[in-house]
């Protein structure tokens, strides 16, 4: 039986390059020449399936291969695939139902959607798709396809009997022969400074931000499952050994640091593995951030951490619910101690979400000029807080009314104004002089559209902070 595992069309009918994040926010450009996230789970789901059953399977990347519905279909009508295995965000669900319900009008093709969409409007999704997977879904689709009796399978619809979070040692190393791991760098996300390969030490995150994907749709429940250490430096040797020429790992997990022991441990480990000649950064939580923890990871090669903000208002942070991530003085002292190791610092921050207003806004235009000012941030990424389907924001905004009944599934990327009563994003034509080295990413309104600029913290004006929320 033969098995395609795909990634989403990687472009839509009106021309935009799908930016497809696994268990975060999917988004769109018109530039084709965009980097893509490696689909890690939706990689994890090929490896375990080409270990565990005898069906011949092949793993296809619309959005890294840039190609659109036809294009596609012809790519898969090459392989004529029994079974099509598809992770769908809101964003790209139009897109890849019509992808799929031609490949099952060609070939008979029975469709297995996973993914946040699916998992949210599993009725909607199943008039067209045969099994509908809900959260976490590799275990599940393994067992669809070891042939286990469908009304048994926990976590597949109408079963709403979810399976518990997989263990994440028992996983093989995610696909790495049908497309290139390396690729994925090449072009790499836009603040990797050198070809970085995306890799995962950990899976999951113990909160429940009301906006997060991650923390209201991916998994059974809010958690955090770190991979043993002696796993993740052997797969960095690996992919070395595989691409000599990579020069650092991107830790693309939701939060990479929960348990300073494990950070510690890690680090430890890849100088003891003589791999600390790579660079590597992390997508973390500032407020698990720890001093040993960090000239450890520094001292392995750590050039730069990534985290949320998200907001310098405790108004809208209660709103937001992420608890102890919200702490602003651990940040300051975090990042103050971090710049004296010289680890580069990557913050982002979000408007338009429940409990904004001019008012509290103005307190985050005010956090980010103080840190940007003192040269504590090196990045600052501003995005708009979009209310995705299936996580509390959205269902807040649902019951309040708050969206319009005009909103057509792609306007859920976080590059447009979804909320109707909350003010978004417009960035004048005039903009101050800029320099460097503080990198500011702008999210605009129109579709994504990305705008680096390089601007010295002291003539990072407020005024032109406060054009974000204006």
Known sequence: MKVAVCNSVGIDADGYAMIHSPSRWT????????????????????????????????FFDGCLEKWDHDTFVEKISEFGPDYLVMDCATRTIDADSRFGIEVKKRFGTKLIFCGPHPTTFPEEVSEYADPVVLREYEMVVLDILQGKALADIM??????????????????????????????GMPGEPSSEYLEIQAYASRGCPLSCTFCVCGNISYQRPNWRPRNVASVVEEIRTLHEKYPEMEGVFFDEEVHNIKRSFNISLAKAIRSAGLDHLKYQAMCEYASLDEEALE????????????????????????????????????????????????????????????????????????????????????????????QPG????????EESLLPASTSWEGFDGNGQVVSTIRIILLRKSRPTLTKPCLLLIWEKSRFNRRLFQTMPNLLSKQFLMELIS
Not at 158 to 184: F, G, K
Not at 307 to 314: A, K, N, R
Not at 317 to 337: S, Y
Not at 391 to 398: A, L, V
């Open 155 to 184: 976590g597949l619809w109408p079963n709403t009997n979810i399976r518990p979070p997989l263990d994440v040692n028992n996983l093989p190393l995610p696909e790495d022969d049908d497309v290139s791991r390396l690729h994925y």
């Open 296 to 387: 450890e990871m520094r001292a392995a090669g750590y050039y730069k951490i990534r985290f949320g903000i998200e907001t310098g208002s405790d108004k809208v942070a209660e709103k937001m619910t992420p608890g102890k991530k919200h702490d602003l003085q651990k940040l300051r002292a975090m990042v103050k101690f971090g710049k004296s190791l010289g680890m580069l610092f990557y913050g982002t921050i979000s408007i338009g979400g429940l409990g904004s207003s001019q008012e509290e806004d103005q307190k985050t235009v005010d956090l980010v000029y103080e840190m940007a000012s003192k040269g504590w941030l090196d990045e600052i990424q501003v995005s708009i807080n979009t209310p």
């Open 27 to 58: 988004n769109s450009t018109k530039d084709h020449n965009i980097f893509t996230y490696y689909p890690w789970q939706l990689a994890c789901c090929s490896s375990i399936l080409k270990r565990d059953t005898d069906h011949e399977v092949k």
């Open 391 to 398: 996580t509390d924001f959205y269902n807040s905004c649902m």
